[in-house]
């Protein structure tokens, strides 16, 4: 299973980045998804899950009403759109595949069996 993140950058605050995972090697559409973040110095923490059939989706707090998760199970991706960025959203952003089951665990990294490279968001003040 590979999975490959892309759509990080540099952008400033009040504004939008829109990160994708693509997935290969396996079909995932019955696994939970999730994107977890890690800034400097800090330990990686869950950002936001969808469902294996995307009508489940849970967000950490600090990004309720900003951050959208998605999925496209047709093509093995998935989608984070993130609007009115913070300078506290800057961090590696991993994309991760995890359990089929998803309560409980979906906020779990330890339940993630594969993770991408990871993305840099920068948000500046």
């Known amino acids: 299973v590979q999975l490959q993140a892309s759509g990080g950058g540099v952008v400033q605050a009040g504004g939008s980045l829109r990160l994708s995972c693509a997935a290969s090697?396996?079909?995932?559409?019955?696994?939970?998804m999730g994107w977890f973040r890690q800034a400097p110095g800090k330990a990686r923490e869950f950002v936001a899950a969808v469902s294996g059939s995307g009508r489940s989706t849970d967000y950490t707090d600090s990004v309720k009403g900003r951050f959208t998760i998605s999925r496209e199970n047709a093509k093995n991706t998935m989608s984070l759109q993130m609007n009115n960025l913070k300078p506290e959203d800057t961090a590696v952003y991993y994309c991760?595949?995890?359990?089929?089951?998803?309560?409980?665990?979906?906020?779990?990294?330890?339940?993630?069996?594969?993770w991408g490279q990871g993305t840099l968001v920068t948000v500046s003040s």
């Open positions: 090697g396996r079909t995932f559409s019955s696994h939970t």
């Open positions: 991760g595949l995890g359990p089929i089951s998803y309560r409980p665990g979906f906020n779990s990294q330890d339940r993630y069996d594969y």
